[in-house]
Every structure is written in structure tokens, then in C-alpha cells.
């Protein structure tokens, strides 16, 4: 029975963690549109720029860079493990192909980035 609970356990953090930031930034922006509400109800002119989400402008390269490492991470430690499943005599060394998923992921986001970036220059 233990044998459940433990993977359980370690399996819902990272889901607790992504549920928290969800829920943060969905308070965030409930607390900015109430803001943007009572500015309108007392008659104040509201500048378009407050209507528009604000990010950074380095959000893709970031979230490029940490995919990738990500990818080659996983792609390392798997090809470093020791090791083979029971019965079947396949190596753990074997799946360091699950790293290419946020490897591509990574490669795509800092294409992307780089695309914008010259539009920008252009425009």
C-alpha cells in the first residue's frame, strides 16, 4: 500500500506548486480589472496601455533557455543511468529521447523569440 502513497505524495507537489501560481496570478488580475472598474465608475479616463496586459519582453528567450536545459538534462541523466528494467533486459540509458519533448519545446520558443525580435527591428 505504501507503494502508492510515496509516488502519490511526490507527484502532487509539482502539481500543488503549478495550481498556486495559477491561482496567484488569477487573484493578480481579478485585483487589477476591480482597479481598472473603480477608476471607470468615478469617471476617470483610462489610457489604453492600462487595458493591456504587460509581460516582459524577454519571456520567450527565458522560457526558451530554461526548455532547453531542461531538455539536455534529462537527456543526460537518463544516458547516465545505470541500470535495466525487469524482465524485458531494456537499459534506462534508453529513454533519453523523453528529454527531446522540451528540448524542441525550448528551440520553438527561442525561434519564436528571435522572429518577433525582428519584426520589431523592422517595424
Same mark, same amino acid.
Given at each position: 500500500? @505504501?507503494?502508492?502513497? %510515496?509516488?502519490? %505524495? ?8 503549478? &495550481?498556486?501560481?495559477? =491561482? $496567484? ?7 487589477? $480589472? !476591480? ?14 496601455? &492600462?487595458?493591456? @496586459? ?6 520567450? =528567450? !527565458? =522560457?526558451? &533557455?530554461?526548455? %532547453? ?17 525487469? +524482465? ?5 540509458? *534508453? #529513454?533519453? +529521447? &523523453? ?7 525550448? #528551440?520553438? $520558443? #527561442? ?6 525580435? !525582428? @519584426? *520589431?527591428?523592422?517595424?
Amino acid at each position: 500500500m @505504501e507503494f502508492i502513497f %510515496i509516488p502519490l %505524495i511526490v507527484l502532487s507537489a509539482p502539481v500543488l506548486i503549478v &495550481l498556486m501560481t495559477l =491561482r $496567484y496570478r488569477d487573484r493578480q488580475t481579478q485585483a487589477r $480589472y !476591480r482597479t481598472l472598474l473603480q477608476l471607470a465608475d468615478k469617471g476617470v479616463e483610462l489610457p489604453p496601455q &492600462l487595458l493591456v @496586459e504587460s509581460q516582459p519582453g524577454d519571456v520567450e =528567450r !527565458r =522560457r526558451a &533557455l530554461v526548455l %532547453i536545459g531542461g531538455g539536455i538534462g534529462v537527456m543526460a541523466m537518463f544516458l547516465s543511468l545505470p541500470g535495466q528494467f525487469d +524482465g524485458n533486459g531494456m537499459h534506462v540509458s *534508453q #529513454l533519453w +529521447g &523523453l528529454g527531446l519533448l522540451p528540448l524542441m519545446t525550448g #528551440l520553438g $520558443y #527561442l525561434a519564436s523569440w528571435w522572429f518577433n525580435r !525582428r @519584426e *520589431q527591428a523592422r517595424g
